[in-house]
């Protein structure tokens, strides 16, 4: 399989989409508790995964040297799916997303160490500009401390969860993964389910489905983009295209105002982004080279 950055690019475009759309899903269930979304979720996602690895007659386990990173990808992993699920619940949409999106500036960081992957000094600034505008959008949106937290944690986690993810890199199938990721977060959302169960009704199982259909999708698409990737730091950056999605989706399906100063934080973080993977871009022939 080519490692080169244009397919990790779309794919990572294409998941922060799609996880764009599961957020609307979570949106439209205000009556069903976190925990038993993500039990939904993550059951729909674990037999979907375990019937491709099927398909492709791939062994779920992987192979021993990878392991440690695979359980660590699924705790990280676990981790930001319910303190973001937490914050969704509890946020409007375009600030619960903003929050979350601090979680590449913990990838660069995370990643000069696990991965030995240098963050060059631009590159800093560039991820500055971006978190300038998250500081200026959050800022006017008037949130408590409560909500600021589950953001930045479920922000922390997804980073570091993204690092492991570098760490298996090509070594083992995308689905084995997935795979992992499913059989850490089902046992945590059942015993979170045992005290917090509501019977779905209606169209709560529709949303519930897509839910699950949408992560799944959403999933194979982050982890194709960071196995695929060379510089995780670059890649993460794209993921901040998704407050565009979250700003929109809430106002079109949900009526949630943005003040016009939020706006120029999006801009500034939109800004960032593009100078981030401008430069990356620069770059890579000369790494590539040495």
């Given at each position: 399989?080519?490692n080169?950055?244009?397919?990790?690019?779309?794919?990572?475009?294409?998941?922060?989409?799609?996880?764009?759309?599961?957020?609307?899903?979570?949106?439209?269930?205000?009556?069903?508790?976190?925990?038993?979304?993500?039990?939904?979720?993550?059951a729909?996602?674990?037999?979907?995964t375990?019937?491709?690895?099927?398909?492709?007659?791939?062994?779920?386990?992987?192979?021993?040297?990878?392991?440690?990173?695979?359980?660590?990808?699924?705790i990280?992993?676990?981790?930001?799916?319910?303190l973001?699920?937490?914050?969704?619940?509890?946020?409007?949409?375009?600030?619960?997303?903003?929050?979350?999106?601090?979680?590449?500036?913990?990838?660069?960081?995370?990643?000069?160490?696990?991965?030995?992957?240098?963050?060059?000094?631009?590159?800093?600034?560039f991820?500055?500009?971006?978190?300038?505008?998250?500081?200026?959008a959050?800022?006017?949106s008037?949130?408590?401390?409560?909500?600021?937290?589950?953001?930045?944690?479920?922000?922390?986690?997804?980073?570091?969860?993204?690092?492991?993810?570098?760490?298996?890199?090509?070594?083992?199938?995308?689905?084995?993964?997935?795979?992992?990721?499913?059989?850490?977060?089902?046992p945590?959302?059942?015993?979170?389910?045992?005290?917090?169960?509501?019977?779905?009704?209606?169209?709560?199982?529709?949303?519930?489905?897509?839910?699950?259909?949408l992560?799944?999708?959403?999933?194979?698409?982050?982890?194709?983009?960071?196995?695929?990737?060379?510089?995780?730091?670059?890649?993460?950056?794209?993921?901040?295209?998704?407050l565009?999605?979250?700003?929109?989706?809430?106002?079109?399906?949900?009526?949630?105002?943005?003040?016009?100063?939020?706006?120029?934080?999006?801009?500034?973080?939109?800004?960032?982004?593009?100078?981030?993977?401008?430069?990356?871009?620069?770059?890579r022939?000369?790494?590539?080279?040495?």
């Amino acid at each position: 399989m080519k490692n080169s950055s244009l397919p990790a690019v779309g794919y990572m475009l294409a998941s922060t989409l799609l996880f764009a759309l599961v957020n609307v899903c979570l949106k439209k269930l205000p009556d069903i508790p976190a925990g038993e979304i993500i039990l939904f979720r993550s059951a729909i996602s674990l037999l979907l995964t375990l019937a491709m690895l099927r398909g492709v007659r791939c062994a779920p386990w992987g192979h021993a040297p990878q392991r440690a990173d695979l359980v660590w990808r699924g705790i990280m992993g676990t981790a930001a799916l319910v303190l973001g699920f937490l914050t969704i619940k509890q946020l409007p949409l375009a600030p619960a997303v903003t929050l979350q999106y601090l979680g590449p500036v913990f990838t660069a960081v995370a990643g000069i160490w696990l991965l030995g992957q240098p963050v060059r000094g631009w590159q800093w600034l560039f991820f500055g500009i971006s978190l300038g505008g998250v500081a200026v959008a959050q800022g006017v949106s008037g949130l408590g401390w409560a909500g600021v937290a589950l953001g930045l944690g479920a922000a922390a986690a997804s980073g570091l969860s993204y690092v492991f993810n570098s760490r298996v890199g090509q070594k083992e199938h995308p689905l084995v993964v997935i795979f992992y990721f499913q059989l850490v977060t089902l046992p945590v959302a059942g015993a979170w389910t045992a005290f917090d169960w509501h019977a779905p009704q209606g169209l709560e199982w529709a949303w519930l489905a897509a839910v699950g259909l949408l992560t799944q999708a959403a999933l194979w698409c982050v982890t194709q983009s960071y196995q695929r990737g060379k510089q995780a730091a670059g890649i993460a950056a794209l993921d901040y295209l998704g407050l565009v999605y979250a700003a929109a989706f809430g106002y079109w399906f949900f009526d949630e105002r943005i003040k016009p100063l939020a706006y120029g934080g999006m801009a500034l973080v939109l800004l960032g982004v593009a100078l981030n993977a401008w430069y990356a871009a620069r770059h890579r022939p000369a790494e590539a080279a040495k």
